[in-house]
C-alpha cells in the first residue's frame, strides 16, 4: 500500500488517523480487504482505508476498554492480542500476521475486550468500523467477505480451546507451527521456512504451557529431524511428521 500515508498517536497513545493510502501496489493485496471488490470499486475502499506510520515493538494499537471505532489490517510485522487478569496476569489471545484484520473484538460491545500491540516494527492500515458498515452495504461482495473474516474469528476462538484441553504440548506446538507456515504460504511466501515475530514466552502464554516445556520441544523436533531453528527462523524439514504430530492437513 502506497503513498504518504503514516498514523499519528492521540493522547490516549492509540493511532489516529492521517491521509490516504492506495491498495494498489501491495502485496498483500490478493488476501487482504481488496481480494473482496472489483477494480472498479477499489477506489472506494481506498478512500476509507488510513496506514498507519511503522509502530515500534510494543506500541498498542487500542487497549481493553477503548471505544470501538476501527479494525486494523497488519500490513507488515506481528501484532498479539492479549487480556490481563484480575491478578494483572497478561494472557496472549491471538497472532495476526500480514494481511490479517485485527479488532473485531469490539463489534458487539462497542469497546474492546482485548489489547493489542505490536510484536516487532509493524504498520498496519486502520478501517474506521462505521465507514467499512456503509460500504459493505453497497457492496455485497465486500459485505461477506468481512463476514467470513468474522467466521474464521469465530472458528479460531473454538480451534483455541479445543487446542488447549485436549492436544498435547507437542501437538500444540506442532499446531501452531503448521498455522504460521499455512497463513505464510497464503501470502505466496515459502510454507517451510518460517520467522516466529513472537517470543518463546509468548508462545508458552499462548498455548498454556511452561517456557521451559516450550524450549525443550522445540529441541525434541530438532533432534528428531522434524526442525531446523536457529533464533526465531525455523525450517520445517519433515511437514508430514510435523502434521501427524500436531494431527493436522499437510
Known sequence: MGSNLYLVSNTKGRPTMAHRTSCNDCSLNPICLPLAVSVDELDQLEDIMHRGRPLKRGEHLYRASDAFESVFAVRSGAVKTYVV????????????LPGEIVGMDGISTAHHVTSAKTLETSSVCEIPFSRLEELSSKIPSLQHHFF????????????????????????????????????????????????????RYDIANYL????????????????????????????ILDREALCGTGRLRA
Open 85 to 96: 487478569s484480575e491478578e494483572g496476569d497478561e494472557q496472549v489471545t491471538g497472532f495476526y
Open 148 to 199: 467470513s473474516l468474522m467466521s474464521r474469528e469465530i472458528q479460531a476462538d473454538r480451534e483455541l480451546h479445543m487446542l488447549l484441553s485436549k492436544k498435547s504440548a507437542d501437538d500444540r506446538i506442532a499446531s501452531l507451527l503448521i498455522s504460521i507456515a499455512n497463513r505464510q504460504k497464503m501470502r505466496g511466501l515459502s510454507g517451510h521456512q518460517i520467522r516466529l515475530p513472537m517470543s
Open 208 to 235: 498454556g504451557l511452561a517456557v521451559e516445556t516450550v524450549s525443550r520441544i522445540f529441541t525434541r523436533f530438532q533432534q528428531q529431524g522434524l526442525l531446523a531453528v536457529e533464533g526465531r527462523e525455523v525450517e
